[in-house]
């Protein structure tokens, strides 16, 4: 590859030397040099010590940060003049490392500066704007600091309020259920040896472990029934128990009626084991059908349990790569179960997907994040009562998720401020003022895309338009 011709005039052509003076570029022309990297190399590895400014002239990188995921691709470009390296080389302190690594998507030139040579001109050059920046880059940096670890603090807050109350429901109802069967198979191991004494045919005991076969399958199966029929039906069977001397048959009625059962299916049990044998018979299908009911409801509760840690991996992305091409609405209702809990029964939730929405390139852990601000924004403006909407659908050449809610609305006065950081409209104590800063930065300077506010009483809607391809960023 040929190196460019570099004179005062290409050097112009780059928007970072367009006004420098001619003393200014010829300093430049004689400290720099032209590097030629082939597409996928590695140019800067992070941490190591920043020692080069480079400028791209000619093909396309990306810029990536490690976290506890692996390393998180941050930015694109392929825009002549883009820098990258040592770009804090202004800040006076000895050892500046690269903050980023650098990858070659093509073959790629650059030109490139020496940090430390570069700094002390740069000084010498403009004094004061060198401590401005230098004021700039530390107040940028102990802010950004300090809302990233708000941010985290912020998102671990509602991730594990929602997870442990929705959990604490199933996993309470799983353990009463666990205590519950472990009575009734002890009353049932009595029951039958209570008949047993009995000396019954061997082939009345087969024909009796048949009907409760045949009686269990219908647990499964047990349509549900209205309050009214629930009635009715104990009231029938309660009579059917009564009229063959059944002792306290109203105690074994509801238990025969939750498993679908009638007066006629305990005739076919009569049939079966006769009138000497029915009281004993009766009461250990009672007890094997409620043995049945109650493992039904051990397995629902920890399928539940189980549902809800898969939506907390698909909410937190636990296991999977920090980017990749994700269908939004994974995102949106992995995000409602863990607010689940905040939803209350004044609030109705209206789900208006457009499931053709094709994949976006996303970091879809930063996005649920986003989901969950708005919607608990949504829920907080709502007060306990009125309809939240969750609506997608694509804008021209991007997917747009809209959260709207029925609230009061946001005036006119404070709604160009309310993604300033630490803006907030909640009492003292109740508002951090970082949810729409957060959720702005996570969807424009992330993602490239938008976030658009529409507020009138009665109907606020925040909508989020992100890309359905990936973009490069300057």
């Known amino acids: 590859m040929t190196d460019p011709v570099v004179t005062r005039e290409f050097l112009r052509d780059l928007f970072l030397f367009t006004s420098l003076s001619d003393a200014q570029l010829d300093w430049i022309l004689a400290h720099a040099s032209v590097e030629h990297y082939p597409g996928g190399a590695k140019v800067i590895t992070e941490g190591e010590p920043a020692t080069c400014f480079y400028v791209l002239l000619s093909g396309a990188l990306r810029m990536t940060k490690q976290d506890s995921g692996g390393e ?22 000895n050892q500046q490392r690269y903050a980023a690594s650098v990858y070659a998507l093509s073959d790629l030139t650059f030109l490139t500066l020496p940090a430390a040579e570069f700094a002390d001109q ?22 950004d600091a300090l809302i990233g670890s708000r941010r985290r603090l912020l998102a671990l807050g509602q991730v594990s309020a929602g997870l442990t109350h929705e959990l604490n429901n199933p996993a309470a109802a799983a353990v009463r259920a666990t205590a519950a069967l472990r009575e ?29 076969e045949q009686l269990v399958k219908q647990v499964a199966a047990a349509p549900p029934l209205t309050a009214m029929q629930q009635s009715d ?28 059962l009638s007066g006629q299916n305990l005739d076919e049990v009569l049939d079966s084991v006769g009138d000497s044998l029915i009281d004993g ?16 409801e051990i397995e629902d509760s920890t399928t539940r349990i189980s549902a809800l840690v898969g939506a907390a991996k698909q909410y937190s992305q636990m296991d999977r790569a920090p980017h990749q091409w994700i269908d939004v609405h994974d995102g949106l209702g992995s995000t409602l179960v863990m607010l689940s809990s905040k939803i209350g029964p004044g609030v109705k939730v209206v789900k208006d997907y457009d499931r053709t929405l094709p994949e976006v390139p996303a970091y879809p852990g930063e996005l649920n994040q986003v989901w969950t601000n708005l919607i608990d924004n949504a829920l907080g403006a709502m007060g306990g009562t009125g309809t939240l909407t969750v609506h997608t659908a694509l804008v021209e ?35 951090t003022g970082l949810g729409l800063d957060i959720s702005w930065r996570i969807v424009v300077e992330r993602h490239h895309g938008d976030l658009r506010v529409r507020s009138q009483p009665g109907n606020t809607r925040f909508q989020v338009l992100l890309p359905v391809a990936e973009v490069a960023s300057e």
């Open 184 to 212: 009734r198979v002890a009353g049932m191991r009595h029951k039958l040896a209570i008949l047993a004494k009995k000396d019954i045919d061997p082939n009345l005991l087969e024909q009796l472990l048949d009907v409760q």
């Open 233 to 260: 039906r104990e009231d029938e069977v309660g009579d059917w128990l009564e009229e063959h001397g059944l002792e306290q048959g109203w105690d074994l009625a509801p238990i025969f009626v939750s498993a679908g």
């Open 397 to 431: 050449d991007q997917v747009c998720v809209e959260i709207g809610d029925t609230g009061p609305g946001i005036p006119e006065e404070i709604r160009q401020r309310i993604f300033e950081p630490f803006f907030t409209t909640k009492p003292v104590g109740q508002g």
């Open 122 to 143: 740069f000084r010498g050059w403009f004094p004061m704007a060198t401590h401005l920046l230098e004021g700039s880059y530390l107040g940028w940096r102990n802010s």
């Open 72 to 93: 998180v691709e941050t930015t694109r470009s392929d825009q002549r003049g883009a820098y990258c390296g040592a770009t804090q080389f202004f800040y006076g302190q």
């Open 281 to 296: 018979a009766v009461r250990w299908l009672a007890y094997a059908l409620e043995t049945e009911m109650l493992m039904g």
